[in-house]
């Protein structure tokens, strides 16, 4: 069974740090493209980063690039987002989701976490 948890999320201050989980089982992590979605109250979901199975490569939205680092660790199945310089608007639900990508639209992932809160407020 292809089950994925997050874990990770908080309440952090504008500026401050976080690094979110995306934990897999039922297959291996490096299988599927893995990509991080978060959706903010009354807005619609967006893809944040992506990570490629098969050579690896990273995605960014442009809103995130530089602040954002998505890394995998093959021996823990588990995919990473680490976030730094936090702003309010990164506020949302963060969703992790696998499938044939890697790309930042929703529709080749087949696979979704539930989500973990990220709230950036001071």
């Known amino acids: 069974q292809v089950q994925l948890v997050e874990s990770g999320g908080g309440l952090v201050q504008p500026g401050g740090s976080l690094r979110l989980s995306c934990a897999a089982s039922?297959?291996?992590?490096?299988?599927?493209?893995i990509g991080w979605f978060r959706q903010a109250p009354g807005k619609e979901r967006e893809g944040v980063s992506c990570?490629?199975?098969?050579?690896?490569?990273?995605y960014y939205a442009d809103s995130v690039l530089g602040r954002f680092t998505i890394f995998r660790d093959n021996a823990k199945n588990t995919v990473y987002l680490q976030m730094i310089s936090l702003k309010p608007e990164d506020t949302g639900v963060y969703y992790c989701?696998?499938?044939?990508?890697?790309?930042?639209?929703?529709?080749?992932?087949?696979?979704w976490g539930q989500g973990t809160q990220v709230t950036v407020s001071s």
């Open positions: 989701a696998a499938g044939l990508g890697p790309s930042l639209a929703s529709s080749p992932y087949d696979y």
């Open positions: 039922g297959f291996s992590s490096d299988y599927y493209a």
């Open positions: 990570i490629s199975n098969s050579d690896g490569s990273t």
